[in-house]
Nanobody, 124 residues
Framework: QVQLVESGGGSVQAGGSLRLSCAASGYTSNGYCLGWFRQAPGKEREGVAR????????HYADSVKGRFTISQDSAKNTPYLQMDSLKPEDTAMYYC?????????????????WGQGTQVTVSS
């Protein structure tokens, strides 16, 4: 059973940085797609970044390109989301998700496993 536990959220001022971690267990490192999603109150869950473990291919949503960086520490089996130049509109609950196989979509329905989320609040 794949289990994902996010951490690293918090409150920062606009322009600040946070690094989210996703402690992952129950799966082998290669052959999985790991994604970071976010959901603000009253809005749909949206994908912000994804990485294919084993190939390293990454994709970002246009809204975060150049500001967010997704990476994977294979030794610790932990994906990270480095978030720089944060904006108030980045405020949301952030979730780590995983699916077996290649990365092809930011659709939440394409992912089989989800963490409980970590809150990120950016003040102006």
């Amino acid at each position: 059973q794949v289990q994902l536990v996010e951490s690293g959220g918090g409150s920062v001022q606009a322009g600040g940085s946070l690094r989210l971690s996703c402690a992952a267990s129950g799966y082998t490192s290669n052959g999985y797609c790991l994604g970071w999603f976010r959901q603000a109150p009253g809005k749909e869950r949206e994908g912000v970044a994804r990485i294919y473990i084993g190939g390293g291919t990454v994709h970002y949503a246009d809204s975060v390109k150049g500001r967010f960086t997704i990476s994977q520490d294979s030794a610790k089996n932990t994906p990270y989301l480095q978030m720089d130049s944060l904006k108030p509109e980045d405020t949301a609950m952030y979730y780590c998700a995983a699916r077996r196989g290649v990365c092809y979509s930011f659709s939440p329905g394409a992912y089989d496993y989800w963490g409980q989320g970590t809150q990120v609040t950016v003040s102006s």
